[in-house]
């Protein structure tokens, strides 16, 4: 498997609480993203990282941000968190943003 | 926008070809991928098709591409019960959109049966 790490694999939290979820990687690729996955919507793609402190937004970013202070790391923000919010996200890396990508073993958030 | 597409299930029995079929958007796509999401796992990359290629082998696995059509295939032969998954399809952004990210498909569930 390649070298990514999520933290935490499982959390429930409040609704309206903040959430930070973390990626790690140890392949120095340029690109991190975060998917979301959902039944019947297969993954959709929340933000992505292209380098140090360079993110975009996906088609599902509202109520997220993240940053991305190095290059190993990636971290996702719920500011507020709502049920809609609940989810199994997927943390991604690729060296390119048209080659394969690799995936974490995912974070199940549960927002009750 | 367009979608890649994907039908959500598919039930085989141990011993079956399966086949699961994906439409593409770009005809541009310079490869198209497959990923294997076994239960509560992440996905893997599975295989993958160079788009100047119909047709990849690699053990039990085909893939068949028709650019015509825009229409990638995945077949599984002899398929196994440790095949069940849920199988994507991926491609890459196009020339032109400015994104930056991989597209997946919704994702078929491979169930296999005994």
């Known amino acids: 498997d390649a070298g990514i790490t999520q933290s935490p694999r499982h959390k429930v939290t409040e609704t309206g609480t903040p959430v930070t979820l973390r990626c790690h990687q140890t392949e120095n690729h340029r690109y991190m993203y975060w998917y979301r996955q959902d039944p019947g919507h297969g993954l959709r793609l929340i933000h992505y990282?292209?380098?140090?402190?360079?993110?975009d937004k996906g088609e599902v970013s509202d109520g997220y941000s993240v940053s991305r202070s190095k290059t190993e790391d990636f971290l996702l923000t719920l500011e507020s968190a709502t049920s809609s919010q609940t989810s199994v996200y997927f943390c991604?890396?690729?060296?390119?943003?048209?080659?394969?990508?690799?995936f974490g073993q995912g974070t199940r958030l549960t927002v009750v | 926008g367009e979608d890649v597409e994907q039908s959500l299930f598919l039930s085989v029995r141990e011993g079956d070809s399966s086949v699961i079929n994906c439409t593409y958007t770009d005809s541009s796509s310079t490869y198209l991928y497959w990923y294997k999401q076994e239960p509560g796992a992440g996905l893997q990359l599975l295989t993958y098709?160079?788009?100047?290629?119909d047709m990849k082998q690699d053990q039990r696995l085909t893939v068949l591409l028709n650019k015509k059509d825009k229409h990638l295939s995945l077949r599984i032969a002899d398929t196994q019960t440790g095949d069940s998954a849920i199988y994507f399809c991926?491609?890459?952004?196009?020339?032109?959109?400015?994104?930056?990210?991989?597209?997946f498909g919704s994702g078929t569930r491979l169930q296999v049966q005994p």
């Open positions: 990282s292209y380098g140090v402190k360079d993110t």
């Open positions: 991604a890396i690729s060296e390119s943003g048209n080659t394969e990508a690799f």
């Open positions: 098709i160079f788009s100047n290629m």
């Open positions: 991926a491609e890459p952004p196009g020339l032109d959109t400015g994104r930056r990210a991989l597209t």
